[in-house]
């Protein structure tokens, strides 16, 4: 049973940095994408970045430039850095897992089979 599980969700100022972790369990890790995924309070959940089997990304334009995601396959771990992080950028985080090579960040969330339960990121002076 495939099981995904994020981590290192935060409270921290403008300006501020996090990593989260995604780790996928269940399955082989390399053929699965992961994208990220995020929800404000009151708005509709948004993708924000995607990590390729092969390690390759997409970002959104919103976070471009700021989040970089990445993958450690040895470990069966997906991380989303993020840097210079502004009040927009808080909301709950999520982790997608879809079993295929590729996935972008402007995919529906409902392709998505896996979810983990996400983690809470507030950026706030």
């Known amino acids: 049973q495939v099981q995904v599980v994020e981590s290192g969700g935060d409270s921290v100022q403008p300006g501020g940095s996090l990593r989260l972790s995604c780790v996928l369990s269940?399955?082989?890790?390399?053929?699965?994408?992961i994208t990220w995924f995020r929800q404000a309070p009151g708005k509709e959940r948004e993708g924000v970045a995607a990590?390729?089997?092969?390690?390759?990304?997409n970002y959104a334009h919103a976070v471009s430039g700021r989040f970089t995601t990445f993958r450690h396959n040895s470990e069966n771990t997906a991380y989303l850095q993020m840097k210079s992080l502004v009040s927009s950028d808080t909301g709950r985080y999520y982790c997608?897992?879809?079993?295929?090579?590729?996935?972008?960040?402007?995919?529906?969330?409902?392709?998505?089979?896996?979810w983990g339960q996400g983690t809470p990121v507030t950026v706030g002076s």
């Open positions: 269940g399955d082989t890790f390399t053929d699965y994408c």
């Open positions: 997608a897992a879809d079993q295929r090579k590729y996935c972008g960040w402007y995919d529906d969330p409902s392709v998505f089979r896996y």
């Open positions: 990590a390729h089997f092969d390690g390759s990304a």
